[in-house]
T-cell receptor, first 114, second 111 residues
Framework: EAAVTQSPRSKVAVTGGKVTLSCHQT?????MYWYRQDTGHGLRLIHY???????EKGDIPDGYKASRPSQENFSLILELASLSQTAVYFC?????????????FGEGSKLTVL | GEQVEQRPPHLSVREGDSAVITCTYT??????FFWYKQEPGASLQLLMK???STEINEGQGFTVLLNKKDKRLSLNLTAAHPGDSAAYFC??????????WGSGTKLIIKP
């Protein structure tokens, strides 16, 4: 079965600190995505990647960097965490563009910035 | 930019009753439509998908209806049961080959 795993599942960070969220997939999918979910809002795309060593900006990339060192791994990096980045972050993979096919999501990473 | 409006944000129905969640979208070039289910504390899982070449899709006790003229997508639950309690999100493909997500509906099934 498709598997996307995220770590950490929960993290408390201080304002101005660096945060790295990691995602690992065993689906052999080319596309990977990072979304954030805020209460009362739908998912918003931060960064995505369709090939290793390359990342693309999504709808809300400011304040975030992404890294795709291999097909299986995709990281989201907050160099200087801010209060407004408190949210739940979801990683997903898909075998297509994500528009035509199914997204497989990880369990989510709850980030609290204090 | 293109938008998706999902209504209602909260919905409470009794077990056995029906429920309807609606998304309206603005992009006339949307072609792929999805419904995802998120159970409490869990991740999102695909519930159903429909393409604009079809207008009805059924499965898992749900029916998805697509009205392309009105740019409206609906998720219809005919007989709710406790396992249906969850948040539901619609997602609509946009011209830039990305998905636009609705803000979600929290569905509660009362015994």
């Amino acid at each position: 079965e498709a598997a996307v795993t995220q770590s950490p599942r929960s993290k408390v960070a201080v304002t101005g600190g660096k945060v790295t969220l990691s995602c690992h997939q065993t689906n052999n999918h080319d596309y990977m995505y990072w979304y954030r979910q805020d209460t009362g809002h739908g998912l918003r795309l931060i960064h995505y990647s369709y090939v290793a060593d390359s990342t693309e900006k999504g709808d809300i990339p400011d304040g975030y960097k992404a890294s795709r060192p291999s097909q299986e791994n995709f990281s989201l990096i907050l160099e200087l965490a801010s209060l407004s980045q408190t949210a739940v972050y979801f990683c997903a993979s898909s075998d297509g563009t994500g528009v035509t096919g199914q997204l497989y999501f990880g369990e989510g990473s709850k980030l609290t910035v204090l | 930019g293109e938008q998706v409006e999902q209504r209602p944000p909260h919905l409470s129905v009794r077990e056995g009753d029906s429920a309807v969640i609606t998304c309206t979208y603005t992009d006339p070039n949307s072609y792929y439509f999805f419904w995802y289910k998120q159970e409490p504390g869990a991740s999102l899982q695909l519930l159903m998908k429909v393409f604009s070449s079809t207008e009805i899709n059924e499965g898992q006790g749900f029916t998805v209806l697509l009205n392309k003229k009105d740019k409206r997508l609906s998720l219809n639950l005919t007989a709710a049961h406790p396992g249906d309690s969850a948040a539901y999100f619609c997602a609509v493909s946009a011209s830039n080959y990305q998905l636009i997500w609705g803000s979600g509906t929290k569905l509660i099934i009362k015994p």
